[in-house]
C-alpha cells in the first residue's frame, strides 16, 4: 500500500474513533438518528413514518429505545407531544430530560415517584447538618480543654 494510502486510513480510522467518543457522550445523537434516517425511538415505537418534523425525533434517537418507551408508559404519548409544543424549542431537551428523569423514578417507585428520592435527600441533608452541629460543638469543647489563648472553631478569638 502507498503511503499516501495509509495516511488516509489512518485518517479516517481517527474520524471513526472521534464519532464514536461523541455519540458515547451523546453529543451527536440527534445528528445520528437523522444521518442514518432511521426513524426516532418514539416513532418506531408508535409504529408510524417519522417525518422531517417529528417532534419527537430531535429528542428520542433510536439508540435510546428505553427513554421513550418509559416517558410514553407514564405520560402518554400525546401528552408528551403537546408539553413539548408548549415549551419555547430551546427549552425542549431539558424538558424531555426531566420527563424522562420522572419517568424512570415512578416506573421504580409507584407509589412516590421523584418525591421519593427528594425525602431521601432530604432525610440526608438534616442527618448531616445535625452531624456537623455535632462536630462543631465537639470542636468548640475541644478548644475549650486546651485553655485560654485558643481560637473558636470557626477561627474567631475569644474572650
Ligand atoms: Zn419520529
Same mark, same amino acid.
Given at each position: 500500500?502507498?503511503?499516501?494510502?495509509?495516511?488516509?486510513?489512518?485518517?479516517? @480510522?481517527?474520524?471513526?474513533?472521534?464519532?464514536?467518543?461523541?455519540?458515547? @457522550?451523546?453529543?451527536?445523537?440527534?445528528?445520528?438518528?437523522?444521518?442514518?434516517?432511521?426513524?426516532? =425511538?418514539?416513532?418506531?415505537?408508535?409504529?408510524?413514518?417519522?417525518?422531517?418534523?417529528c417532534v419527537f425525533?430531535?429528542?428520542?434517537?433510536?439508540?435510546?429505545?428505553?427513554?421513550?418507551?418509559?416517558?410514553?408508559?407514564?405520560?402518554?404519548?400525546?401528552?408528551?407531544s403537546?408539553?413539548l409544543?408548549?415549551?419555547?424549542?430551546?427549552?425542549?431537551?431539558?424538558?424531555?430530560?426531566?420527563?424522562?428523569?420522572?419517568?424512570?423514578?415512578?416506573?421504580?417507585?409507584?407509589?412516590?415517584?421523584?418525591?421519593?428520592?427528594?425525602?431521601?435527600? @432530604?432525610? @440526608?441533608?438534616?442527618?448531616?447538618?445535625?452531624?456537623?452541629?455535632?462536630?462543631? =460543638?465537639?470542636?468548640?469543647?475541644?478548644?475549650?480543654?486546651?485553655?485560654?489563648?485558643?481560637?473558636? =472553631?470557626?477561627?474567631?478569638?475569644?474572650?
Amino acid at each position: 500500500i502507498p503511503k499516501r494510502e495509509t495516511k488516509k486510513i489512518k485518517r479516517f @480510522q481517527e474520524d471513526i474513533r472521534d464519532r464514536n467518543f461523541l455519540v458515547n @457522550q451523546g453529543i451527536i445523537y440527534t445528528y445520528m438518528s437523522n444521518y442514518t434516517n432511521s426513524p426516532c =425511538a418514539a416513532c418506531k415505537f408508535l409504529r408510524r413514518k417519522c417525518t422531517s418534523d417529528c417532534v419527537f425525533a430531535p429528542y428520542f434517537p433510536p439508540e435510546e429505545p428505553t427513554k421513550f418507551a418509559n416517558v410514553h408508559r407514564i405520560f402518554g404519548a400525546s401528552n408528551v407531544s403537546k408539553i413539548l409544543q408548549e415549551v419555547a424549542p430551546h427549552q425542549r431537551e431539558d424538558a424531555v430530560n426531566s420527563l424522562a428523569y420522572e419517568a424512570e423514578a415512578r416506573l421504580k417507585d409507584p407509589v412516590y415517584g421523584c418525591v421519593g428520592a427528594i425525602s431521601v435527600l @432530604q432525610r @440526608q441533608v438534616l442527618r448531616l447538618q445535625r452531624e456537623l452541629e455535632e462536630t462543631n =460543638a465537639d470542636l468548640m469543647r475541644y478548644a475549650g480543654c486546651l485553655g485560654g489563648e485558643t481560637t473558636s =472553631a470557626y477561627g474567631g478569638r475569644r474572650g
